[in-house]
């Protein structure tokens, strides 16, 4: 199962897998059927959950019915109990980056969310745009959500500009990002093309970088205000289990 999974992973494309998904989901999530695991965000629970990972593979980490990994999940606990993002009288203008099937029908049938998605190649997004250049106005958007995009761009302080620019003062952006809390600073290495080479030390055959503890340095260079926020310290240890999440996992919420 482990090695079909990596094979699948890095030799079918994503926008493809995306579409394969919807196929799939179903079959996998009634023949995982029970209760050791439980995915929060549609409450359905299992007996184990499936590995996921380009070069090195987790077990119990994607949920079979949602296909949400650990920082969905971790933001979806986040979103729902420590924010007004579902319960807001106000209507929240949402600006979603590289929408996660885990939340994109949840999301758009928010009534209280004008909701918004874009990236350059899924198939779920409204806009297709470069993170970079992106076509929206100043402060337009209450809440940012980009998540695990960063690590794929080049220009990363051009990128986090461009998220700060659109976001509205006061607004909220959470920006996550794969990272390796070991390291101090950030490591990347243009040299390095060949793509299985990338995948061992990136983790990922179309990751730029690895995020170091500076990551949020970073963003605060940029103006944002961050909240290193460590979710899963406030969430029981039997939780953190039962939820399959990453414990230690740090959420960055940037605010302007």
Request: glycine share 4%; aromatic share 12%; proline share 5%.
């Amino acid at each position: 199962m482990k090695k079909l999974f990596k094979l699948v992973l890095n030799t079918i494309p994503r926008p493809i897998l995306i579409r394969l998904s919807y196929v799939a989901r179903p079959v996998l999530a009634f023949a995982l059927k029970g209760t050791t695991f439980t995915d929060p965000i549609d409450g359905k629970s299992f007996k184990s959950m499936l590995p996921y990972g380009y070069e090195t593979q987790r077990n119990n980490v994607l949920s079979p019915s949602t296909l949400s990994l650990e920082r969905h999940r971790l933001l979806w606990l986040y979103l729902n109990n420590e924010t007004d993002f579902f319960t807001s009288a106000a209507k929240k203008k949402v600006l979603h980056f590289a929408p996660e099937q885990a939340f994109y029908k949840l999301f758009r049938n928010q009534k209280n969310l004008d909701y918004t998605t874009t990236d350059l190649f899924s198939p779920l997004a409204d806009v297709k745009a470069d993170i970079c250049n992106l076509p929206f106005e100043d402060n337009q958007y209450d809440v940012i959500l980009c998540n695990h995009v960063l690590e794929h761009i080049p220009d990363d302080t051009k990128a986090m500009q461009e998220l700060y620019r659109v976001l509205k003062p006061g607004g909220m952006a959470i920006l996550q990002i794969p990272q390796d809390l070991s390291r101090a600073t950030t490591f990347a290495d243009d040299s390095i093309t060949d793509q299985k080479e990338r995948a061992k030390i990136f983790g990922q055959y179309d990751h730029v970088r690895i995020y170091g503890r500076d990551y949020f340095d970073k963003l605060r260079s940029i103006g944002f205000k961050v909240i290193e926020e460590d979710y899963t310290n406030k969430i029981a240890p039997e939780l953190v289990e039962k939820y399959c999440l990453a414990k230690g996992e740090i959420i960055p919420v940037c605010f302007k």
